[in-house]
């Protein structure tokens, strides 16, 4: 059994050894047990969403048995400060047989603004929620990563903006895992949102940025990793002209995956509701739209009251042009991967953002990165004790650049460069994947609950997969009568 232990047990000394007598309030220590089996029933292979947005926990290749034990200890609170800390154990078998610490990590906080050290998962954009298809940044799909992370907690009013102009901004520094093309990459990290706060409507616009870039390249050696190095990622700017890479010169240092997030929010006691459009970048002609239809769309709606229909989420996903010109084939940009980075926007054979686009580990590249998709999300609740998840997925695919090509032997980024007459009609590749899940979960007791769910997929060319899914979670302690 591979067991995966990270630098993260520094952090669980320090999350479990808080003197919690020194605070003023705390609130109890809670211990928690899931036990989850996901089964395919024709195909021998999951269907999408039941390894989908599993935080990397669930194998497609077939049955996936995962325990897991989350303790999250006191958060103590003392005058404007506040610290909590967590650790999820998980314990895998079936196609899988591993033993990880999916999250160890310590948060600090003071009044609105905090600091977070471990393995711990982080989302990125307006568009995440719980029946979402996954953001095109960092969405449920992929595991935590170990790194540190400090910024504001929640959004903060400008001085002397009576709280109608707020603000929301950090910054994050990850180690990926050294199962990498490039062994021992980094991952930087930042947000910055700005909000006009006309309560309940709130308007929201920011940008996100993220650059792999360090670590060891099998073919170039070690990449650019000194503080001067860091400085460029963090400013979006090229390599040093000492650099060995020319491409990185020209363009961004590292691998960048980056958005425009924008959003219109309404907050009040009946309802929630979110219209986002998140604007995907990976280099700098999509910095000044030139794929402007590239990303995501996104509507969500909570209904707060508990009526039958709680939620709807509606989500488009579209990345067809990625920077191509006109007189040059669709997804020219290659979204999700690089050519020095070949893992890409990856960690641990999932990838980080929008599980549609797929990665296959066996050949470490992006296998389907051009596509068109819709996704909708309902959830009911019959009972106070029953709620119901129904999902459906339709998407159209075309797979990568290079696939679209006549010559099988080109690149869409090679010499001379690809024109349109060189690649087939898009149309011609099309590949529709219809995939749906309906889950029913049920609370038996305050420390007990239990799922059910089943999934189908429709994939055009291939077999369609059928898989079950049985979840049982138990809060150990405390009970509800110690309470």
């Not at 048995?65 to 103590?76: A, G, M």
């Not at 996903?317 to 893992?343: C, E, F, M, N």
């Amino acid at each position: 059994m591979g067991i995966r232990i990270s630098i993260g047990v520094l952090f669980l000394i320090s999350a479990f050894s808080v003197n919690n007598e020194l605070f003023a309030q705390s609130s109890r220590d809670r211990l928690t047990f899931e036990s989850r089996v996901f089964a395919p029933l024709s195909s021998g292979k999951l269907p999408f969403w039941m390894w989908a947005n599993q935080r990397g926990k669930v194998n497609e290749k077939g049955v996936s048995l995962i325990q897991d034990v989350v303790y999250r200890p006191y958060i103590s609170d003392y005058g404007k400060f506040r610290i909590n800390s967590g650790a999820d154990l998980t314990l895998s078998n079936g196609v899988d047989h591993s033993l990880n610490i999916s999250q160890l990590y310590v948060d600090v906080q003071y009044e609105k603004i905090g600091a977070k050290i471990g393995r711990f998962y982080e989302t990125q954009g307006l568009n995440d929620g719980v029946l979402a298809v996954g953001s095109m940044m960092k969405s449920r799909n992929a595991g935590a990563l170990v790194g540190a992370s400090a910024g504001t907690t929640q959004f903060n009013s400008f001085p002397l903006a009576q709280g109608y102009f707020r603000y929301h901004v950090g910054i994050s520094h990850f180690w990926f895992e050294d199962d990498r093309y490039v062994e021992n990459a980094l991952l930087h990290s930042k947000f910055l949102y700005l909000q006009i706060d006309l309560s309940p409507l709130k308007l929201v616009g920011g940008i996100i940025h993220n650059a792999m870039w360090g670590g060891t390249n099998p073919d170039i050696g070690k990449m650019p990793q000194s503080f001067n190095d860091y400085l460029r990622v963090v400013f979006a700017r090229g390599a040093s002209e000492n650099s060995t890479v020319d491409a990185e010169r020209i363009n961004a240092l590292g691998n960048t995956i980056a958005a425009y997030d924008y959003g219109i929010l309404w907050d009040s006691e009946k309802l929630d509701m979110k219209i986002t459009r998140l604007f995907y970048i990976e280099d700098i002609p999509g910095a000044t739209y030139r794929s402007a239809w590239d990303g995501q769309w996104s509507f969500d709606i909570h209904l707060k009251k508990r009526p039958f229909l709680t939620r709807l989420r509606y989500d488009y996903v579209y990345t067809i042009r990625q920077d191509s010109k006109i007189s040059q084939p669709d997804g020219r940009a290659d979204y999700y991967h690089h050519y020095l980075y070949q893992s890409g926007w990856t960690n641990q054979g999932y990838v980080i953002g929008v599980p549609l686009i797929k990665y296959d580990e066996s050949t470490n590249s992006i296998t389907n990165n051009v596509l068109v998709a819709q996704s909708v999300g309902l959830e009911l609740s019959p009972s106070n004790k029953m709620a119901i998840q129904i999902l459906g997925t339709f998407s159209r695919n075309y797979g990568t650049c290079d696939d679209i090509l006549i010559d099988e032997n080109r690149r869409c980024l090679g010499k001379p460069k690809i024109l349109l007459e060189d690649a087939y009609p898009r149309d011609t590749l099309q590949k529709n994947i219809f995939s749906s899940n309906v889950a029913i979960s049920y609370q038996y007791s305050e420390n007990i609950s239990a799922n059910f769910s089943v999934a189908y997929d429709a994939i055009e060319a291939e077999p369609n997969r059928m898989g079950i899914g049985l979840g049982f979670n138990y809060r150990i302690w405390p009970s509800s009568k110690s309470e």
